[in-house]
């Protein structure tokens, strides 16, 4: 059993671009059990299906496999619900930390969230500067949501 240990933050500002570079990912999410996310994901040359389960706080259960480019296009094409998420992911290194970045694009442009993955839920981490406000228990930044309801579409308060 894979358990996943997250949390989410919304970033500030763009400087964690001055030391990483973005590599862009495409991923689609199958429909079916609210409780449960079925995601197709393309990065680079390689392709991986994931499995992630219901969250309790900051875990949840979570399987990965490789799959072939090919197929996973052909899912991203034909079963996936759209829009697709697309985003630049960034890899940051922040004092013995590795904070990744995602940069959103197309409808969900102008969202750009700062994630951290931990051994438990307590441990404690540095943040860096260019992190901002917490959001991990905001279902609204889960890129399953943001797929469905794209982050253009949401009421500015």
């Keep these: 059993m894979a358990t ?3 949390r989410k933050f919304l970033v500030k500002d763009l400087s964690f671009k ?12 199958l429909p079916g059990n609210p409780d449960v996310a079925v995601r197709v994901r393309i ?6 299906l994931a499995i992630k389960g219901s969250d309790t706080g900051v875990s949840r259960l979570e399987f990965e496999y490789e799959i ?7 899912m991203l094409e034909n079963l996936c619900s759209k829009p697709l998420i697309e985003k630049y992911r960034y890899r940051v290194e922040y004092k013995g ?11 969900n442009e102008g969202l750009v969230v700062a994630e951290i993955e931990l051994e438990n839920e307590d441990q404690k981490f540095p943040v860096p500067d260019f992190v901002g406000e917490e959001v991990t228990y905001d279902f609204r930044y889960r890129n399953s949501y ?4 794209p982050y253009k579409s949401w009421q500015k308060l």
Excluded: C, M
């Design 4 to 6: 996943e240990i997250e």
């Design 18 to 29: 001055t030391h990483a570079k973005g590599v862009l990912f495409r991923q689609g999410y």
């Design 43 to 48: 990065v680079e040359d390689k392709a991986y």
């Design 68 to 74: 072939p480019v090919k197929e996973a296009e052909e």
């Design 97 to 107: 930390f590795i904070w990744e970045i995602d940069e959103f694009l197309n409808e």
């Design 146 to 149: 943001l797929a469905s309801h």
